[in-house]
């Protein structure tokens, strides 16, 4: 992954975002984890943090923060209308306890792994909390070295067991072109094509959004 890249991308969605008057947080850009860090969590876990997770943890930050919303009065037209923020998080060190709160969902609601619905919430590892009762994840299911992104909704949002990205640094390399949309499911189900073709950044939606942005990502 181009870490000098991703930083410019987040660099200019900031900077337009403030041009037009958003509301823009301060990029958070924490220090690498060490591998004791990264192993330590592992084992409050009780199993391996996917490799490409594992990568940028460990090359570029253990934790990474970056928030806009649009000023009141800005609305995209068209089918992009529905879009007013974007959101970038995650956190090594609150990992465990972010997996501990997904998993009182599947314990209190999502109990059954037979259920079509219930089952995309097992074998995850949340990693980003949407805020309103949903997660994205890892889907853990083919117990593979990496693993593909996956969107959790707790309350039949039309993007629940959407793949997002093939695995992390795929999903942060995807969504860094959309400006980090959401993480509502219902602000970047648009940027997909159906339930595999995980973010498209180079759809007709996608440039369309750059452009009335003046977006240069």
């Known amino acids: 992954m181009d870490y000098r890249m991703f930083k410019h991308r987040m660099v200019n969605i900031v900077e337009r975002m403030k041009a037009i008057g958003g509301n823009v947080s301060e990029v958070m850009i924490g220090a690498p984890a060490s591998l004791q860090q990264?192993?330590?969590?592992?084992?409050?876990?009780?199993?391996q943090i996917p490799e490409s997770f594992k990568k940028v943890l460990l090359e570029f930050s253990s934790s990474c923060n970056l928030r806009w919303v649009f000023p009141d009065e800005y609305q995209l037209a068209g089918e992009l209308d529905g879009i007013f923020s974007g959101m970038l998080h995650w956190d090594l060190a609150l990992l465990k306890e972010l997996?501990?709160?997904?998993?009182?969902?599947?314990?209190?609601?999502?109990?059954?792994?037979?259920?079509?619905?219930?089952?995309?919430?097992?074998?995850?590892?949340?990693?980003?909390?949407?805020?309103n009762g949903d997660y994205i994840a890892f889907d853990l299911v083919d117990n593979s070295t990496d693993a593909c992104v996956i969107y959790l909704s707790h309350d039949d949002g039309e993007g629940h067991g959407y793949k997002l990205a093939d695995n992390f640094i795929d999903f942060l390399e995807k969504?860094?072109?959309?400006?980090?949309?959401?993480?509502?499911d219902w602000q970047?189900?648009?940027?997909?094509?159906?339930?595999?073709?995980?973010?498209?950044?180079?759809?007709q939606s996608a440039k369309l959004f750059r452009s009335l942005l003046k977006l240069s990502i």
């Open 175 to 184: 969504w860094a072109r959309i400006a980090f949309v959401g993480g509502e």
């Open 188 to 203: 970047w189900l648009l940027f997909t094509s159906n339930a595999q073709s995980g973010l498209l950044p180079d759809s």
């Open 38 to 47: 990264i192993e330590a969590c592992e084992i409050k876990l009780g199993f």
């Open 99 to 131: 997996n501990d709160d997904k998993n009182g969902w599947v314990k209190e609601v999502f109990s059954n792994p037979d259920d079509e619905y219930d089952k995309v919430w097992h074998q995850t590892l949340a990693f980003y909390e949407v805020g």
